[in-house]
């Protein structure tokens, strides 16, 4: 059974920095396309970055240049290292496995971690 921890969240203040981090059981991180998603109140659970088993990364617009993606195969996590962060960042963020055809990523069935409520204070 597959399961997804999130970590790494908490509040913040406008134009810092927070890592996310999210440890994988019951798949190799490694072998599967890997990603976050986000979810602000009242608002839909949007993709924000995707990680290919290759390695190909994608961004949502929002967030080029300031989110980075990686992955520790050793350690089976994900992270999403945030920087100049902006109250629009303000969601959970959840970590999931996705699929990849090359072009885009595109969400699997299956588990919901948690998640990990990130607060960018004005």
């Known amino acids: 059974q597959v399961q997804l921890v999130e970590s790494g969240g908490g509040l913040v203040q406008a134009g810092g920095s927070r890592r996310l981090s999210c440890v994988a059981s019951g798949l190799i991180v490694s072998d599967e396309a890997m990603g976050w998603y986000r979810q602000a109140p009242g608002k839909e659970r949007d993709l924000v970055a995707g990680?290919?088993?290759?390695?190909?990364?994608k961004y949502a617009e929002s967030v080029k240049g300031r989110f980075t993606i990686s992955r520790d195969n050793a350690e089976n996590k994900i992270y999403l290292q945030m920087n100049s962060l902006k109250a629009e960042d303000t969601a959970v963020y959840y970590c999931?496995?996705?699929?990849?055809?090359?072009?885009?990523?595109?969400?699997?069935?299956?588990?919901w971690g948690q998640g990990t409520s990130v607060t960018v204070s004005s």
């Open positions: 999931h496995a996705l699929h990849y055809d090359g072009v885009n990523f595109f969400p699997r069935a299956g588990y």
């Open positions: 990680i290919s088993a290759d390695g190909d990364t």
